[in-house]
């Protein structure tokens, strides 16, 4: 056989046996992370991130790439299940031992997906999608109690077991926290599916640094090993843990570890070893923190050998935090939102456009850029490709399938026929092409009309629209709405956003 056709059929098998492929699968899952806060995505940053910015030249970095909504609890919803969480009709997001669970019993999870094509699965960090905490009595506390914050965390008996978690949702591993670790209520750590030390105290402030990051930390009960400032090191040592005992033990059984990163959600408590690291205050300290994970999870990988059959994710739950923003700006002259209008919890692209760097060596081209409009509930339909699962009708019902825009096959064709977006009040938008129709007036998410935020409202040009409409092509700043001016267009998306929500998915 001539040589060049022996590497023409090795190359074809080789393309041919993705799908039957099983890489181990990296997430790591940033919380309020910004476009701007990355060097790769932001020029101007005022933040170093190398491994980042390595992890984006050994890979593919995606310039348009969307959280499923612009707050937590349903961005991680929709990863976790392919489906956008405003089919919920939930709003807001879960603080202390809110519940119960937004991922029901019978609904098929990217873990669980995952764990019956052999792979063991493990999440360490923060949940965020609702558990069941049981009061004294063993029933859970959201049917025996309307309090709310740190009275229903009273009324909750922590000793107990702790029900519909991720161990229950298709996880075989978890330690990490219910909600944001640093900010709601409960202050102790989950391993599996209960507290194994239980809160003594309360939290005290005055012991906790204070400047213009450290505000977002309420009261709340504290464990005795909880501390504020070692919280991300904690989960890094948990990943890498399991990482060092997945490797020794089942070498030939793949992986799917979900890292959950506490970084970079205020309060900006930075490990002391990390503190002073940038020049851009606490803040920019965290972010260099939340980069330093990254480098710390990158070396466990090569260390152990398993980085060139590691599919790497990395990208964050939605835009970066309001008041985060205006400080940065202000005093660092940086900007998390760049080069994007809003932010956490707005409409505009600041509150959803994200950071989403993908790399998996011999499979993704080194350097590759692509401009394809995606959403983080994606992932599901992507992995389900690389594994070769075929996906249920009644699964991941807004999940395309990525893996040719990875791979470098997909050229300028679309993967997504339209993409949807949600903020925390459910208000919606929908995305096709340049074009994007916002089915509400206003950010739907922050208030511009005061405080801090009235320095950076921009005149309305349409102020009697019901809705909005941008060309991101012509106009990527949102600045001036279409509505009046394309009228079909405005009738076009609405129509077919009305329709997607009635149909209950979006993927055929």
């Known amino acids: 056989m001539k040589p060049f056709l022996a590497a023409l059929i090795v190359l074809l098998c080789c393309r041919g046996s993705f799908a039957a492929e099983t890489p181990n699968i990296l997430l790591i899952y940033a919380d309020d992370l910004g476009y701007g806060d990355v060097g790769c995505y932001n020029p101007e940053s005022k933040v170093p991130t190398p491994h980042l910015d390595r992890l984006a030249a050994e890979g593919l970095r995606f310039t348009d790439a969307h959280s499923p909504s612009t707050v937590c609890t349903p961005s991680r919803y929709g990863v976790m299940t392919g489906r956008m969480p405003f089919r919920l009709d939930y709003r807001g997001v879960f603080t202390g031992v809110e519940g119960p669970c937004l991922i029901t019993p019978d609904r098929l999870t990217l873990p669980e997906m995952l764990r019956q094509k052999g792979y063991e699965t493990a999440l360490f960090g923060k949940w965020h999608i609702g558990m069941t905490f049981l009061d004294r009595d063993g029933k859970p506390v959201y049917e025996t109690s309307n309090a709310r914050g740190m009275e229903l965390v009273r009324h909750a008996d922590l000793s107990r077991r702790i029900l519909d978690g991720p161990l229950d949702r298709g996880f075989d ?95 900006s408590f930075p490990a002391p070893s990390l503190q002073g690291k940038t020049e851009a205050g606490p803040h920019g300290d965290f972010i260099f923190e939340f980069d330093h994970i990254v480098g710390e999870l990158l070396q466990t990988l090569e260390r152990l050998d398993v980085a060139d059959n590691t599919l790497i994710l990395v990208t964050s739950d939605n835009g970066p935090e309001a008041p985060t923003v205006i400080h940065m700006r202000n005093d660092y002259d940086h900007d998390g939102a760049r080069p994007w209008r809003g932010m956490k919890r707005d409409q505009w692209e600041g509150g959803h456009r994200v950071p989403f760097i993908a790399r998996w060596p011999g499979r993704i081209a080194p350097g590759s850029v692509s401009d394809q409009t995606i959403c983080q509930t994606d992932i599901m339909h992507t992995c389900a490709a690389i594994v070769g ?120």
């Open 173 to 267: 591993h978890f330690f990490g926290t219910a909600c944001c670790p640093t900010t709601d209520w409960l202050y102790a750590y989950i391993d599996g599916d209960h507290i194994p030390i239980l809160p003594e105290g309360t939290r005290d402030r005055d012991a906790l640094p204070m400047h213009p990051w450290s505000f977002d930390c309420r009261p709340g009960v504290v464990a005795p090993d909880f501390d504020f400032e070692q919280v991300d090191l904690v989960f890094l040592e948990k990943s890498k843990a399991f990482l060092e005992e997945h490797i020794a033990n089942h070498p030939d059984r793949p992986f799917f570890l979900f890292h959950s990163a506490q970084a970079v959600h205020l309060p």
């Open 389 to 508: 699962f075929e996906l249920p009708d009644d699964a991941a019902e807004d999940s395309f399938n990525l893996l040719p825009v990875l791979l470098g096959e997909q050229g300028a064709t679309s993967v997504r026929p339209y993409t949807l977006h949600q903020t925390i009040r459910l208000d919606l938008a929908i995305r096709r092409g340049p074009w994007k129709y916002l089915d509400h007036q206003g950010s739907g998410g922050n208030n511009y009309s005061r405080g801090l935020l009235k320095q950076y409202a921009l005149p309305e040009t349409a102020p009697e629209a019901p809705g909005q409409l941008y060309n991101l092509e012509t106009d990527p700043g949102e600045t001036t709405n279409l509505y009046f001016e394309h009228p079909e267009m405005v009738r076009e998306l609405k129509s077919l956003l009305d329709e997607t929500r009635s149909a209950g998915r979006s993927r055929s």
